[in-house]
């Protein structure tokens, strides 16, 4: 079974819609949708925005569900002047930008791991499937609500992702957090520690992420139209391909 995991239901509206034999069970107040997308056994959830939110939903998900591996999907701000509203970005690294306990620890290091960000799993089979699904979704972009968003040429990116308790909207903290962490090329507010919990109970995890604001004066579009058209509309596609 795969476990499908995004903060907000409306990143994972398109696949509780192809969602089949659909069963659901409510503890710690979220929902855990069971069933059938495309012939493979799924359990899908939305965990609410942050790293406790997440966290929590994560350890709960593992503990109910036998489960061969973890996917995040959702939408993500992006801190390179290269990646665009529309493009996906598929996880390699994940840290906490907002994790610091020196003088205990080093600056991002999380405590007792050891180590200052989790690598993903399966990447390079996601990476495949969201390749093949932005080429297909380019061909068709016109009649598609990527024109709203001024969507024209969505791309996939395989890179690192940041994540911290902060909605980031300024150009002040996206120079600070591409000072601090230079490898990072998107902001969001859940995958590091989604990926710690998964790194602790051994599920391999992976992560996508749809780019929907700059982080900066502009990032506070509408959060939840994006998410509930275009970024599910991705999962839906990428995981199609990831599934096949
Ligand atoms: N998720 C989507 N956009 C974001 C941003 N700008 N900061 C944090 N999380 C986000």
Not at 18 to 30: A, N, S, V
Not at 65 to 76: K, R, S
Not at 167 to 175: D, T, V
């Amino acid at each position: 079974m795969i476990g499908i995991i995004s903060a907000m239901q409306e990143e994972v509206q398109a696949l509780l819609h192809e969602l089949k034999d659909i069963q659901t069970t409510e503890k710690g107040k979220r929902t855990y949708f069971t069933g059938t997308l495309f012939n493979k056994k799924v359990v899908i959830v939305f965990s609410r925005w942050g790293k406790v939110a997440s966290a929590a939903t994560t350890t709960q998900l593992i503990n109910d569900y036998n489960l061969d591996e973890i996917i995040f999907t959702g939408v993500a701000g992006g801190i390179k002047p290269e990646l665009n509203i529309g493009d996906v970005v598929i996880g390699k690294h994940l840290y906490q930008h907002d994790l610091d306990a020196r003088p205990f620890y080093k600056k991002f290091e999380i405590p007792i791991l050891k180590m200052k960000y989790l690598e993903t799993k399966n990447a390079s089979k996601l990476l495949n499937a969201s390749s093949k699904f932005i080429t297909d979704y380019n061909k068709y972009i016109e009649k598609t609500e990527a024109l709203e968003f001024n969507i024209t040429a969505p791309k996939t990116v395989h890179g690192d992702i940041v994540s911290g308790d902060q909605f980031i909207s300024s150009l002040e903290k996206i120079g600070r957090l591409n000072k601090q962490l230079p490898t990072a090329i998107c902001v969001e507010m859940e995958g590091a520690s989604v990926a710690q919990v998964c790194y602790e109970y051994d599920t391999p995890f992976s992560i996508i992420r749809i780019i929907s604001d700059k982080a900066n004066d502009n990032a506070t579009i509408d959060f939840s139209r994006f998410a509930n058209t275009i970024a599910s509309n991705y999962a839906l596609g990428i995981l199609k391909n990831y599934f096949n």
